[in-house]
């Protein structure tokens, strides 16, 4: 059984609820007619799946032999990946092999054809140019042409993509070193760094590890790095004594010299990724001296701007501390162009998405003052600093109030108060304290409930706790539920309110003739433009911000301007059951937002809702399905 095979069926098994055709073609990334013939495929043993008008289902009298199937079911993990992870195979074996590989035999190893193999290898040539490698193949042999620094350039690539999947870096250079190598490798970056007053944090000490075992690799095999065109940097003596360390204790251990360029070469990289102060012991005098003018006036620009725009204060200066020496280093792998790789970066595009968008901010703040693109992976690392300061309760109503109803009798209310703060403080703010209902009439419309220690006679069209003045455990944990309960409701409904806002029957199309993602901006752009919404600036804007990070989450895109700049905020809305090609990913929704400058604060809080909703897999499916305006709209604010 192929892996789609697998994975189709336990898909079914593990949700055993219809699925359309278009849902499992969707979520899969194969057409309906493969998905179709997987089916009967699948059927041809045993009824395992049930088909009818409302798609496919498990079938549950078959669920012991559904599972046993799976459980006795093995399949080559080499053969049955799918193409990314078949290309990541290719660019391996062919930079493992200095003379390349050889076609016929390849499509032995991966139970392939020639023609499909040599289509793979086109599309392999295309991720190395970005490298400055190229592919040549002569009759039935391919192999890898071009620069010492591109071929280890690739590799780290390849290696941290090893790294983000989960393996940990001895099975990823398992091919390459023993397990005590890479240790001692290890110890010996950490113990140098230590004795030198460099600092680094984890990701950076993954990448430097990564590029010394590249360094030894290469150099084992003969190639090492000769002089190359390198900007001239100032490397500090901490960063210059820790390398030296570092490569006198490799050459020991390895019995091998390595050329004064290497060292040179890491000390720059290391330079790039540390910095030789403590951040508790950093000033703003400190700051300032370390960060230089230029460096320290951009990043006053950017806590200036980010402030403006989303109403985030990067200022408290533990955290400005660390953000601007990152910025420092950020600016210094800029002009090396010795980009830091981030095992995390699709995790951080779906699970912070406004996080991520301020870091885009951010980045475009620092493309316009040096001219130079920043790549998804140091924008994730962006990312990865405002999560420390990013406080949900500044871009959402995170608590509901409550108005707490008990009798003044000595410091019983305050006692109650500490109770419920101590247990609920996550959702939960106590905004007043009364004694009786005449107080309480004053605050009812400004409380979402009421937490009454006495039985209140009125009516008050908001749900009311009661509890005894002991308030033991029990009616602490009705308390959170409840209020838990009503902080999802209140979301709920605000997050409705704004979807039918934004909407309109009039910017919703489906399956239109247009398949390409610039043709299709277009159009979009021209709608929002037709009804009102924008300019026709807004579809540059729209561009430059794809231009900064792709926005795909999940399967659906989500096109925007980086700053707030339409006539009245609206979305537009573009489906397609075949799927559209979106910087290399097949995406089957697309909405284009245009905000107004007076609604950027409601944008920040629908972005992050929408864009979480969008990540889950059943509800793009059952958006997928929609082929109507109604549908659409049903499916995206009803569904749970």
Known sequence: MQKTEVDILRYLDERREWRTSKMLSAHFDVSVRKIKYIISRLNSRDQLVLSGKRGYMANPQK???IEEYLNQTHYNEEVGMYASGRQNLLIKKLLLEETGIDILDTCEELYTNPTTLRHELIKIRTKLRQFDLDLKMENSRCAITGCEKGRRKLMSSLLSNEARKGFVIENVMAEMFQEEEIQFVRHAVKDSLDSCGCYVNEYAFMNLLIHLLIVIDRNRKGYCLHNTQQEICHVSSSSTKASEQIFQKIAVFFNQGLARQEIMDFSLLLESQST????????????KKTLGNDVYTLVEE?????????????????????????????????????FSTNPYVEYIKSACPLIYEVSVFIADIIYMRTKNRINDNEIAFLALHLSCIFDKSMYSESHIHAVLVCPSYHD?????????????????????????????????????????????????????????????????EEIATVSQRVLKQRESDQFHTTILSLFSRHLFFHNEILTEKEDILHFMCERLEAEGYTDSSYYDRVMEREAMSCTVFGKTAVPHALKACAKHSGICVYTSDHGILWEGRQVYIILLIAIHPEDQFRFNEFFNKITERLCED??????ISCVSYEEFLEALVYSQ
């Open 63 to 65: 669920k012991q032999e």
């Open 276 to 287: 030789g102060i403590e951040h508790e012991r950093i000033d703003e005098y400190d700051l």
């Open 618 to 623: 059943d509800q793009t499916a059952r958006l």
């Open 412 to 476: 019983l209310s305050q006692h109650i108060l500490q109770k419920i703060q101590n247990r609920c403080k996550e959702h939960l703010l106590v905004t007043a304290v009364v004694n009786n209902e005449r107080e309480l009439a004053l605050h009812q419309n400004h409380c979402d409930l009421i937490l009454s220690t006495i039985s209140l006679t009125k009516h008050y069209r908001k749900e009311i706790v009661y509890f005894s003045f002991m308030l033991n455990g029990r009616e602490l």
């Open 302 to 338: 950017i806590v200036r701007k980010v402030n403006e725009v989303y109403y985030l204060d990067l200022s408290e200066n533990a955290f400005l501390v660390k953000f601007a020496l990152h910025i420092k280093n950020l600016l210094l792998r800029i002009r090396l162009d010795r």
